[in-house]
T-cell receptor, first 112, second 112 residues
Framework: DAGVTQSPTHLIKTRGQQVTLRCSPK?????VSWYQQALGQGPQFIFQ???????QRGNFPDRFSGHQFPNYSSELNVNALLLGDSALYLC???????????FGEGSRLTVL | ELKVEQNPLFLSMQEGKNYTIYCNYS?????LYWYRQDPGKSLESLFV?????AVKQEGRLMASLDTKARLSTLHITAAVHDLSATYFC????????????FGQGTRLTINP
């Protein structure tokens, strides 16, 4: 049983570019959340998707957007990249909002 | 705004010793998580504490929750090198909707 899978694992972008990160939830899970973890910090909640809609959102600008597909997979898009967007982006999935969260290995984004 | 504070942030200890990591949070919540993170890796769920007075143990780790004091502790008994990692506590600010606010993490190093 595959757990939460994310792609790509590493990527490098330059300021002003756009990036798309992808997440496939654990089999049977329907809820996907995204977190940003800067180096040496705890993860910060970006948003959560359920039934293809954004249900909760953290304190992130509109440059951060997402999408959930009918198969429950999800994308995180970041526009107009800033140096400060360099971080590990973690996807977590669960069954419903009360289920146990499972985290993926993350996508490490470096913005130059 | 909910704040989650861990202490200590860095902890170096010898094998065989006992120690406690503290997690304080600033608003009411009855759902608290502990995670472990190895360098360059994702988050591994250790404990989910769902009510006041909850205590859970797994091997050399024991976690407890006091919702009245807004305090959780992670106690390490007879530490071994394999427990070296960064430990995070996280509070669910929406009581089950999984919008987690993480502490800064405690980097634990256990020396032979």
């Amino acid at each position: 049983d595959a757990g939460v899978t994310q792609s790509p694992t590493h990527l490098i972008k330059t300021r002003g570019q756009q990036v798309t990160l992808r997440c496939s939830p654990k089999s049977g899970h329907d809820t996907v959340s995204w977190y940003q973890q800067a180096l040496g910090q705890g993860p910060q909640f970006i948003f959560q998707y359920y039934e293809e809609e954004e249900r909760q959102r953290g304190n992130f600008p509109d440059r951060f957007s997402g999408h959930q597909f009918p198969n429950y997979s999800s994308e995180l898009n970041v526009n107009a990249l800033l140096l400060g967007d360099s971080a590990l982006y973690l996807c977590a999935s669960s069954l419903g909002s009360n289920g146990e969260l499972f985290f993926g290995e993350g996508s490490r984004l470096t913005v130059l | 705004e909910l704040k989650v504070e861990q202490n200590p942030l860095f902890l170096s200890m010898q094998e065989g010793k006992n120690y406690t990591i503290y997690c304080n949070y600033s608003t009411t919540s009855d759902r608290l998580y502990w995670y472990r993170q190895d360098p360059g890796k994702s988050l591994e769920s250790l404990f989910v504490l769902l009510s006041n007075g909850a205590v859970k143990q797994e091997g050399r780790l024991m976690a407890s929750l006091d919702t009245k004091a807004r305090l959780s502790t992670l106690h390490i008994t007879a530490a071994v090198h394999d427990l070296s990692a960064t430990y995070f506590c996280a509070v669910d600010i929406l009581g089950g909707a999984q919008k987690l606010v993480f502490g800064q993490g405690t980097r634990l190093t256990i020396n032979p």
